[in-house]
Structure formats: structure tokens, C-alpha cells
């Protein structure tokens, strides 16, 4: 990283950041371009393992993608606005992107990430709301599991 003393190296404080974000980018292998798609998402954190759980159709571009390659690479940020002047105007930000590999939940686990996702998203997620939910069939439920998670920050 170039701007080394903006690396964020600690585990608590990269979960921190992504906790705090509405939105990740999703990145997928396609064929002539990457392809980049904003989600809303829930996550967990099991001791140093990060997982993040996104929904979306069964069927469409992101399934297809997905069954061809399923390593993904999630964005993250907070913006914080501008500071400074002239020459010297910055951006007051927080990001993270991790790397891992993307799998479709079922049973019991997609379950978990529907509420992890309405938890994050909400604040609250009834469980039994979920299980009888008439949208519950057509809904996929991926799950991330991140090897790799980096961060940097710009804070005034």
C-alpha cells in the first residue's frame, strides 16, 4: 500500500468499518469486463473469520456468474466529506476490500443470512416472519466467505 501509515491492519477495526457501511460492491470474473454490483448485506464474525451475506433471484446474471467462478472481491467505504484547501483538499473516507469465495446457503444457513441481512439492514429480523415468507423460493441467499480483508482511512 502506498500510503502505508493509512493501512488498517487490526481485525476489530476492519469489522468496525464494514459493520458501518449500507452498501458493498461486489466484483465478479465475466468475460470481457468485470462485472460490479452495489448490495445491501448482513455479515458475522466467528473469532478472525468474516462472513458476508447478500440475496438476490435465483436466476439472473450474478447466479450465472457465480457458477462459473465463485472467487469475488467485496468494496466497502464511508465517506467522510472534504477537508483542506486549494492544493491541499482531501477526502475524509474509511474502505475495506476483502477477497474470498462465494457459496449459495440453504436450509438453516440461508435462513441465518436473511436475518443477519434484515438485522444489518434493519435492525431487527424475526425468524419465524422469515421461514414463512411466500418470496422465500425465489430468493437466493449467497454467503462470502473472506480470506482476505484490507482497509485504509483518511480521518481529519
Same mark, same amino acid.
Given at each position: 500500500m502506498r500510503r502505508s501509515e493509512r493501512e488498517i491492519t487490526d481485525k476489530d477495526e476492519l469489522f468496525e468499518i464494514l459493520s458501518g457501511c449500507q452498501v458493498i460492491r461486489l466484483a465478479l470474473f465475466d468475460e470481457k469486463y468485470p462485472y460490479i454490483v452495489p448490495l445491501s448485506f448482513g455479515l458475522e464474525r466467528k473469532g478472525e473469520e468474516i462472513t458476508v451475506f447478500f440475496h438476490c433471484a435465483n436466476e439472473g446474471k450474478k447466479a450465472d456468474l457465480l457458477k462459473e467462478n465463485d472467487s469475488v472481491c467485496i468494496e466497502a467505504d464511508c465517506f467522510g466529506g472534504y477537508?483542506?484547501? $486549494?492544493? #491541499?483538499? @482531501? @477526502?475524509?473516507? *474509511?474502505?475495506?476490500?476483502?477477497?474470498? #469465495?462465494? *457459496? *449459495?446457503?440453504? $436450509?438453516?444457513?440461508?435462513? &441465518?443470512?436473511?436475518?443477519?441481512?434484515?438485522?444489518?439492514? *434493519? $435492525?431487527?429480523?424475526? &425468524?419465524?416472519?422469515?421461514?414463512?415468507?411466500?418470496?422465500?423460493?425465489? @430468493?437466493?441467499?449467497?454467503?462470502? @466467505?473472506?480470506?482476505?480483508?484490507?482497509?485504509?482511512?483518511n480521518i481529519q
Open positions: 477537508f483542506g484547501e $486549494g492544493m #491541499n483538499l @482531501t @477526502t475524509a473516507y *474509511k474502505s475495506v476490500i476483502g477477497y474470498g #469465495n462465494c *457459496k *449459495k446457503c440453504e $436450509g438453516e444457513e440461508k435462513l &441465518r443470512g436473511l436475518e443477519l441481512l434484515l438485522s444489518h439492514c *434493519k $435492525g431487527e429480523a424475526d &425468524r419465524s416472519v422469515l421461514s414463512k415468507c411466500a418470496a422465500l423460493d425465489v @430468493t437466493a441467499v449467497y454467503k462470502i @466467505t473472506l480470506d482476505e480483508l484490507t482497509g485504509k482511512k
